[in-house]
C-alpha cells in the first residue's frame, strides 16, 4: 500500500508555503521492466519523486532545498518544456527537473530526469514524446558508464532497452551481437534485447518475461 503524508513547505524560490504529499511508505508488486521502470504499485509513486511550486514552477527532490542555479527557472525552454506537447504534466516535471540538472552539470540526474519523464509518458500512452525522451536519454548514457564502471553491465543493458524502445534496432543488434556478460541472466536479457531488435519490436517487457518466471 501507497501511504501519502501531508507536509507544509515553504519554496526555496519565492519563499511561498504550500502542502506537498510527501511518501510514507510503499511496497513494490511484481518484476520491473527491463528498463528497471518499476512494477505499477511502486510507479504510482512517481508523483513524490519530484516537487513543484505551484507560485513559481521550482521544481527539486525537497523544495525547501536551494537550487544551485536560480536563473534556469525563468527561462523561456523550463516555462513551456520546450514546447514539447506533453500528454502528462508529469512527464513535463520530469523534462524540467532534466534541463535544470543539465544546468548545474548533473549527468545522473539529468539522465533519471529523462528517463522518468519517459516512463511518465508510457504511463499516459505519449509514445511519440516516450520515444523523444528515451532517444534524449540514451544521448547522456556513456557518460554514466565513465562516471560509474563499476555499474558498466547494468547501465549497458539499461542502455539496449532504451534504444531499442526508441526505434534504435540497428544499433542494438551492432552494439551487443558482440558483447558476453559473465552473469547468465544478465548474458540472457542481452541476447532477448538483440532477439527483439532483429523482430523490430519495441514493446514493453519485464524481467521475468525473459526468464519466463512469474
Ligand atoms: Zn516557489
Redesign the pocket.
Known amino acids: 500500500m501507497t501511504t501519502w503524508i501531508p507536509m507544509e513547505k515553504k519554496?526555496?524560490?519565492?519563499?511561498?508555503t504550500?502542502t506537498y504529499h510527501v511518501l510514507a511508505s510503499t511496497n513494490s508488486f511484481g518484476a520491473p521492466d527491463l528498463d528497471l521502470r518499476p512494477a505499477p504499485m511502486q510507479r504510482e509513486t512517481m508523483e513524490g519523486w519530484l516537487e513543484e511550486?505551484?507560485?513559481?514552477?521550482?521544481i527539486a527532490k525537497d523544495?525547501r532545498e536551494r537550487p544551485e542555479n536560480r536563473t534556469v527557472f525563468q527561462e523561456e525552454r523550463y516555462l513551456t518544456a520546450d514546447n514539447i506537447p506533453f500528454e502528462s504534466a508529469l512527464a513535463a516535471r520530469f523534462y524540467k527537473y532534466h534541463l535544470y540538472c543539465e544546468s548545474i552539470g548533473d549527468v545522473k540526474g539529468d539522465f533519471y530526469a529523462l528517463l522518468h519523464s519517459a516512463w511518465a509518458c508510457d504511463d499516459a500512452d505519449d509514445i511519440e514524446n516516450a520515444r523523444r525522451m528515451r532517444r534524449e536519454a540514451v544521448r547522456k548514457i556513456d557518460a554514466i558508464i565513465k562516471e560509474h564502471p563499476e555499474n558498466e553491465t547494468n547501465t549497458l543493458l539499461m542502455k539496449a532497452d532504451i534504444l531499442r524502445r526508441s526505434g534504435e534496432f540497428d544499433q542494438v543488434i551492432a552494439l551487443y551481437e558482440g558483447m558476453h556478460f559473465e552473469e547468465p541472466l544478465l548474458d540472457q536479457i542481452r541476447m532477448f534485447q538483440i532477439e527483439r531488435a532483429k523482430a523490430h519490436d519495441d514493446g514493453c517487457y519485464t524481467v521475468a518475461e525473459v526468464t519466463g518466471q512469474e
Open positions: 519554496c526555496a524560490v519565492c519563499g511561498n504550500h511550486c505551484p507560485e513559481c514552477g521550482y523544495i
